[in-house]
């Protein structure tokens, strides 16, 4: 786990396109989260939790501090399957990858291992799915938040 500096983004965004960081030899991020990442989260955590709890958690992602994770961890932690290359949405972000598209960082609710819950890709999936297939050990930037 890394936190990005702003110091280190302010240089990148000198050196690279506006707004975009490289966490990794391949995959230009977006500085920022897109605002509609976060309904995307809001409509998937909303079949699993409570209407209140999700705002909550909707809120404080909107504040969260961005953190780095490896793709392949993401995947292990969420329990979910990598998906295909023809998938379309896999295979839309790998053409940003290749084109040096910036993506967007990911949003996380995090899992509880004493539970047996694992973490939940609120926003981000796809992007975690193409970032793997360049490299299993993608930085990822990610906002993690608890429910």
Same mark, same amino acid.
């Given at each position: 786990m890394a936190h990005i500096k702003r110091s280190d983004i302010e240089a990148d965004r000198q050196s690279k396109k506006i707004g975009a960081v490289e966490s990794s030899g391949r995959v230009l991020w977006r500085q920022a989260l897109q605002e509609h990442d976060y309904p995307a989260a809001q409509s998937y955590l909303s079949l699993l939790a409570p209407a209140d709890a999700v705002m909550a958690t909707v809120e404080r992602m909107r504040h969260g501090t961005v953190t780095l994770y490896k793709a392949k961890d993401i995947l292990r932690a969420a329990r979910l399957p990598l998906l295909g290359k023809k998938n379309p949405h896999v295979?839309? %972000?790998?053409?940003?990858?290749?084109?040096?598209?910036?993506?967007?960082?990911?949003?996380?609710?995090?899992?509880?291992?004493?539970?047996?819950?694992?973490?939940?890709?609120?926003?981000?999936?796809?992007?975690?799915?193409?970032?793997?297939?360049? %490299?299993?050990?993608? %930085?990822?930037?990610?906002?993690?938040? %608890?429910?």
């Open positions: 295979a839309s %972000d790998l053409e940003k990858i290749h084109t040096g598209q910036a993506l967007s960082p990911i949003l996380l609710v995090r899992g509880d291992i004493s539970r047996s819950r694992p973490l939940q890709i609120a926003d981000g999936y796809h992007r975690v799915c193409a970032c793997y297939r360049t %490299d299993e050990n993608t %930085d990822i930037p990610c906002v993690v938040v %608890d429910l």
